[in-house]
């Protein structure tokens, strides 16, 4: 491997989503965005709801990933998620009625868990219709 | 000895039995196939979960982590129990609740998580408490299905009911081979290990957010998937076990047809026999 490249390994429960090398991987953690270069510190985080973007020989792929942890090492990164999609793979219809059925359960009691159903939902739902 | 008509209806029954066992051992042949190729694709994930806890146990605070690796007197103990709906399998389910019994575990502090309809009749029967069900989940379980599951026994762990998490399923050796196993999902062995052995790239390992916090969020996701490996792997035993059993039922069925075959000619030509006989004797009174 170049000094250009970092290994990146996505993994979920039920698959293998994505092996491969790329120049810069950018996702959502809890503490905020990062971006990822080879040659990065070594750093574990918790993964929040957003896009998890891969340059990938100057082209840019996106997925939604909504949960899990990234472990980096400085030419490796590997990311474990109970929930990641390519855009082509998301329900749009279920995130939408997702969405509702949060929305609805936030505007009686205000809970965690469903303001983060809700943020996986408006992710899923920006994705898929960015791509249709 | 038996007459023809005996022989023969009883041959066209365990016929008609050998087919039906000859199409189950064919069809739970495939249905392991695909267990199989469901457990090699989460193999990677499992491996680096495992991975992570051990860097992020390395890296907390005795205090935090005590709670995950340290075990505690009195209290209920969880077993997740692992069988399958049907039967006709072997001792597949047995083996599982004769595993439950010899625990060592008094039946009173036993809550059991089931997962099968076989394991949960045979502790009712038993007399357990069964705390909860969740038998419709083994035909084709889902990573969603063993989150609820690790998220109801989690909470039980967190609140004190019960002080231990037992999981207690089959592991899948080989399509000859299933052992039954019991694991202790919590408290945990400490898989961080002695800290020198860690090579010296880890030691710079940065945390976001903290390691405790980390840990927090991390250890439902390792009781999780820990259920659904042992779901997974249970699945294909079941299979493998059903598939041996079939075989053996099919087998035993050649050879009794085998055995009926001979006893049919034989009376065949014990009858034809008596009737020249008979014929015969017949003549011999009719010339005199």
């Not at chain 2, 009858?271 to 014929?279: G, K, L, V």
Request: proline letters at 4%; aromatic letters at 6%; a negative charge.
């Amino acid at each position: 491997m170049d000094e250009k490249h970092i290994k990146l390994n996505v993994y979920s429960p039920t698959r293998i989503f994505f092996e491969g090398e790329a120049e810069f991987v950018e996702f959502v953690t809890t503490e905020g965005e990062l971006g990822i270069y080879p040659n990065h510190i070594p750093l574990t985080a918790v993964v929040a709801p957003g896009v998890l973007r891969i340059t990938e020989d100057g082209k840019v792929r996106e997925a939604s990933l909504l949960d899990g942890f990234v472990t980096v090492l400085p030419n490796e990164i590997t990311i474990l998620s109970e929930a990641c999609e390519w855009p082509e793979e998301i329900d749009i219809h279920r995130a939408e009625e997702a969405k509702i059925r949060a929305e609805r359960k936030l505007a009686m009691e205000q809970t965690v868990r469903d303001e983060l159903a809700l943020r996986r939902a408006l992710v899923r739902m920006q994705l898929a219709s960015k791509y249709k | 000895m038996a007459s023809m008509r005996d022989i023969k209806r009883r041959k066209s029954s365990i016929q008609s039995t050998g087919q039906i066992t000859k199409a189950m051992k064919l069809v739970s042949t495939v249905k392991l196939q695909k267990a199989k190729g469901k457990a090699e694709e989460s193999k990677p994930y499992f491996t680096h979960l495992y991975e992570t806890i051990a860097a992020i146990f390395a890296k907390s605070d005795p205090e935090v982590k005590a709670r995950y690796i340290k075990r505690q007197e009195g209290g209920k103990k969880a077993f997740i129990v692992i069988t399958s709906n049907r039967g006709l399998a072997g001792g597949y389910n047995a083996n599982i609740v004769k595993m439950v019994i010899n625990s060592g575990v008094p039946r009173d502090d036993i809550l059991v998580y089931s997962i099968g309809r076989k394991g949960r009749e045979g502790l009712e029967r038993r007399g357990y408490t069964i705390r909860k069900d969740y038998s419709e989940v083994i035909n084709s379980p889902l990573y969603s299905d063993a989150s609820d599951i690790s998220r109801d026994v989690m909470d039980a762990f967190e609140s004190g009911e019960v002080s231990e998490i037992f999981v207690v399923f089959t592991i899948f050796r080989n399509s000859v081979s299933q052992v039954p196993t019991m694991l202790r999902l919590l408290p945990t062995e400490d898989p961080s290990g002695p800290q020198d052995e860690s090579s010296g790239g880890d030691a710079l390992m940065n945390f976001e957010p903290e390691p405790d916090e980390t840990l927090r969020e991390i250890i439902p996701k390792y009781v999780s998937g820990e259920i659904y490996g042992a779901l997974i792997e249970s699945l294909a035993s079941e299979n493998g076990a059903r598939m041996q059993a079939m075989d053996n039922a099919t087998n035993n069925a050649e050879e009794m047809i085998e055995n009926l075959t001979v006893q049919f000619n034989r009376a065949r030509q014990g009858s034809i026999t008596q009737e020249i006989t008979e014929i015969i004797s017949g003549a011999n009174a009719l010339n005199e």
